[in-house]
T-cell receptor, first 114, second 112 residues
């Protein structure tokens, strides 16, 4: 079955730097991949969706890449701010027992220091 | 404003008791989902419903039950058969297909 791997260790960076988070999957390449942001005690909020035929997607300071050869998606936040501190989850269809439903990674916590 | 409302925010269960978590959406979404999140872990799918009066088991359905009598509502019952119910429960909805999911702000369930 599909496994999703995100770095469980927190990523600490200085304000103004670019944060890069990694999402690796182990089996077949999905038709698309999604990224969410989750703040403590809150539900995840959708950020970006990238399809398998798209190498890169941008939204304001966010950029997502999708490399089906490496079975990896990278999530970048440029000019990071303390307000970007949160846990970031990647999700892709399949991998569980529920057909094409989304499977979520464990998330990576980002801490941006002023 | 459209969104998903989960209640209560905190819930305590006694031994042998069933408890029901509420989830209501006014986004006119066909699909609704229930997830469980344990500390430091990803979301695990409990049940999902793609249309009214129909629902399917997810990866960890044992000890849980749901109903979908109305498009707007998808309550989750945590039964006494669920021996480790302490977790953060998240409800979500979406239109069909590849569309993103919209989440509520969760219910934190603990054992008394």
């Amino acid at each position: 079955s599909q496994k999703i791997e995100q770095n469980s260790e927190a990523l600490n960076i200085q304000e103004g730097k670019t944060a890069t988070l990694t999402c690796n999957y182990t089996n077949y390449s999905p038709a698309y991949l999604q990224w969410y942001r989750q703040d403590p005690g809150r539900g995840p909020v959708f950020l970006l969706l990238i399809r398998e035929n798209e190498k890169e997607k941008r939204k304001e300071r966010l950029k997502v890449t999708f490399d089906t050869t490496l079975k990896q998606s990278l999530f970048h936040i440029t000019a990071s701010q303390p307000a970007d501190s949160a846990t970031y989850l990647c999700a892709l269809p399949g991998g569980g027992n529920a057909g094409n439903m989304l499977t979520f990674g464990g998330g990576t916590r980002l801490m941006v220091k002023p | 404003d459209g969104g998903i409302t989960q209640s209560p925010k905190y819930l305590f269960r006694k031994e042998g008791q069933n408890v029901t978590l509420s989830c209501e959406q006014n986004l006119n979404h066909d699909a609704m989902y229930w997830y469980r999140q344990d500390p430091g872990q990803g979301l695990r799918l409990i049940y999902y419903s793609q249309i009214v009066n129909d629902f399917q088991k997810g990866d960890i359905a044992e000890g849980y039950s749901v109903s979908r009598e109305k498009k707007e509502s998808f309550p989750l019952t945590v039964t006494s058969a669920q021996k480790n119910p302490t977790a953060f429960y998240l409800c979500a909805s979406s239109t069909q297909g590849t569309q993103p999911q919209h989440f509520g702000d969760g219910t934190r369930l603990s054992i008394l």
